[in-house]
């Protein structure tokens, strides 16, 4: 539902408005099913957005106008829980024979973001300049809560070991999900266009914008120090800092963004113009890892017992489903201050640093316009720097790395080195970590010190209408590189992981996103035939016939291998260093015959089986292009991305023809071809594991197969 107002104040003032507010409830099968097979376990989905704009414009005569503008926003999607049985824990079983029972530990969840946006824009003209200068204040209010394992987690390695009541590992957080998080930002900006002469027209112009640090009303907040050492009861001090409470995620930014462009028309031929330019511009910092610092000691603490040892006297498994266990009274007990009694606070992700910054872009292109006859020609040049972009890395590394492998026999020889050293990585109520900080396990620092650059020639070759043909046709070539392109880890073929968490420059390669060519023509033409036909059958029927279409053609994505488990599956390559990192493999020298096929084809990489090398099983395909293994304690020799999956080549294609049935009503016959000869591209490989039977299996599609529509328009 929609309303509109707009009203005229006076002969200088105009009023406008617009509020809309819809709502939304579905379901879905993702959502029935929440990590169980079994309906009865999972959630609904519901929202109910808002949004409003209010407008006010004021002309000061002939050269000046200002707009003030106020825009209100609301989203609220939950997801609450659709179950008819008792809340109690999610059980698992390890061996995957049956599936889980109960509602999934990552529900219900729910968030309702509010937005409020001030913004003045003042415009006035003065001989050759145009100048224009402007405010806006936003404010973010971000209220959610994400019930994530308060109601704990059972694990059983087996059906008959639930039914005897023995369980193997469990898991619960304790302490209130619900935080409202607020964000201010101020913006302030001025510009001018000035046509310094009749060929030459210069953009001068800066922008100031505070991004404020973000905080929590009420004061509910945690994050890691690294500067403050102060003592904490059992656990002491330590290098990594303490939690501290109540302050901003990070601290404000002040960002400056100048920019220049132009435009010139050499001599006195108006068919050629050159134009360039340089600007700076400013990312948010996204609320994902701001939010999840809800799960940070002091408001919310993780208990857990593994091992049967562990389940006996006040934590046998009756007590932890009735919520009686002694852990749990225990834990309950120390949520709100940090523990005086404590050796260990568990995993701390994320810990964001106090000096993050918002993510910078500086852009820069240069280009050329000429026009022939009939023809429009553009060459570019567009590169683009990124700094400041955030990466999570992981800094509590292991306090005694092993010494790496140098032979398989070695390897062998002192496997219960490494065995012993990953054994003590996570420390527990009474017990530190053998880690950097023994005082806590994992530390996932969010930092900003990822960076990227993109370099592209685009080409774009445009012919106008003329005798019935308008073409268009658009190639680049560019390059991405980064050292982190996926920060919250959802990109497929990608990690945001690094192969080694102390060198940022090992993880530099191709973005995830690269592709290298990309050839896109698009067309629509007025078929000649039988237009000036004396036969008015042919004319009519045959006659005005259009055929229209976009063609493209673009190179493959990069994908990113892994080397998988060593040693019987104890660790990855990377285990000595303690991270939460992922290591690549060898390589025996350039990959030429890389080629994935889909599951079950005459090339189904996974049919030529497994080899074993150096005592682990690898894919026979992956061992065929000279890939391997590491030893432990030594980083692959691989690169990131340097892999790629196939193209794709797209043909989309229409045929229409409008017939005219009276002055203001026309019938149009079409048919629409959508990849109009069954091309094929993949998104993914069922595994980027060397390890895995399945490495170099397409497993997705990266388009639709041939989808063909017939239809009748009435234009009227």
Not at 402 to 417: K, M, W, Y
Not at 557 to 567: E, L
């Amino acid at each position: 539902m929609s309303y509109r107002l707009d009203f005229i104040l006076s002969k200088n003032d105009t009023l406008w408005g617009r509020y809309s507010v819809s709502d939304a409830q579905q379901s879905s099968s993702s959502l029935t099913f929440v990590n169980s097979d079994l309906v009865g376990f999972g959630a609904g989905s519901t929202n109910h957005p808002r949004q409003a704009t209010l407008a006010e414009t004021h002309v000061f005569g002939a050269s000046a106008v200002n707009e003030f503008r106020f825009g209100f926003g609301q989203s609220n999607p939950a997801f609450p829980l659709q179950t008819p049985y008792p809340l109690g824990p999610q059980i698992t079983f390890l061996d995957g024979s049956v599936t889980s029972i109960g509602v999934s530990n990552i529900l219900p969840q729910g968030r309702e973001q509010r937005t409020y946006q001030y913004t003045d824009n003042f415009s006035f003209t003065k001989g050759t300049h145009n100048f224009k200068v402007g405010a806006e204040y936003y404010a973010l209010n971000a209220n959610s809560f994400f019930d994530s394992n308060l109601r704990s987690s059972i694990n059983f390695n087996s059906f008959a070991d639930f039914a005897a009541g023995n369980p193997a590992s469990y898991t619960q957080n304790f302490g209130n999900s619900v935080r409202n998080n607020v964000v201010h930002n101020a913006f302030a900006f001025a510009q001018d266009d000035w046509k310094v002469t009749r060929n030459l027209t210069i953009n001068m112009g800066v922008r100031y914008e505070w991004a404020g640090g973000p905080t929590e009303s009420n004061g509910i907040i945690s994050n890691l120090d690294l500067n403050n050492h102060t003592s904490i009861g059992a656990s002491g001090a330590g290098p990594l800092g303490t939690l501290v409470t109540g302050r901003p995620s990070f601290n404000s930014n002040n960002n400056w963004a100048p920019r220049f462009g132009f435009s010139w028309t050499p001599g006195s031929d108006s068919k050629t113009v050159v134009r360039g330019g340089y600007g700076i511009a400013y990312d948010f910092i996204y609320l994902n890892p701001i939010t999840n610092q809800r799960f940070l000691p002091p408001f919310i603490y993780a208990a857990s017992l593994n091992g049967p040892s562990a389940f006996g006297g006040g934590n046998n498994y009756a007590n932890l489903v009735a919520g009686t266990a002694t852990v749990q009274q225990q834990t309950s007990a120390a949520v709100g201050t940090l523990s005086p009694t404590l050796r260990n606070f568990g995993s701390i992700s994320p810990a964001i640093a106090q000096n993050l910054k918002n993510p910078q872009v500086q852009q820069w292109n240069f280009g050329i316009e000429r026009q022939f006859a009939g023809l429009v020609f553009k060459a570019t040049y567009v590169g683009t720097k990124g700094t400041y972009l955030t990466r999570t890395r992981p800094i509590n590394l292991i306090a005694n790395p092993v010494a790496p492998a140098v032979s398989v026999a070695d390897q062998t020889a002192r496997l219960s080195q490494f065995q012993a050293a990953f054994s003590g990585l996570s420390g527990g109520a009474n017990a530190f970590s053998n880690r950097y900080d023994p005082r806590y396990n994992t530390v996932g620092y969010l930092e900003s010190s990822a960076n990227s650059a993109y370099h592209a020639l685009q080409i774009e070759v445009q012919r106008r209408v003329s005798r019935g043909l308008f073409l268009n046709v658009a190639y680049s070539y560019s390059k991405s590189i980064d050292d982190n392109s996926d920060a919250l880890n959802v990109l497929v073929n990608d990690t945001q992981a690094q192969q080694n968490p102390l060198n940022n420059r090992n993880n530099r390669g191709p973005s995830q996103f690269d592709l290298r060519n990309t050839l896109t023509v698009g067309y629509n033409y007025e078929l000649p035939f039988f237009q000036s036909s004396s036969n008015r059958f042919l004319k009519q029927t045959l006659g005005g016939w259009n055929v229209a279409g976009i063609t493209s053609f673009r190179s493959g994505f990069p994908v990113n291998i892994f080397s998988g488990p060593v040693m019987g599956g104890i660790a990855d390559s990377i285990a000595p260093l303690g991270g939460s990192a992922v290591d690549r493999p060898n390589v025996a020298g350039p990959i030429t015959n890389f080629n994935p096929q889909p599951a079950g084809s005459p090339g189904d990489p996974s049919s030529q089986g497994q080899v074993r090398v150096n005592g682990v099983l690898v894919s026979a395909y992956a061992n065929s292009l000279g890939l391997s293994q590491p030893l432990l304690g030594n980083f692959g020799t691989m690169g990131r991305n340097v892999l790629r999956l196939n193209g794709q080549t797209n043909f989309d294609f229409d045929v229409f023809k409008n017939f005219s049935v009276r002055e203001k009503l026309n019938v149009q016959v079409r048919g629409e071809f959508y990849n109009l000869f069954n091309s094929t591209a993949f998104q993914s490989m069922t595994s980027s594991t060397i390890t895995s039977v399945n490495f170099g299996v397409y497993n997705t599609l990266s388009q639709n197969p041939r989808l063909v529509q017939l239809a009748v328009r009435l234009i009227f």
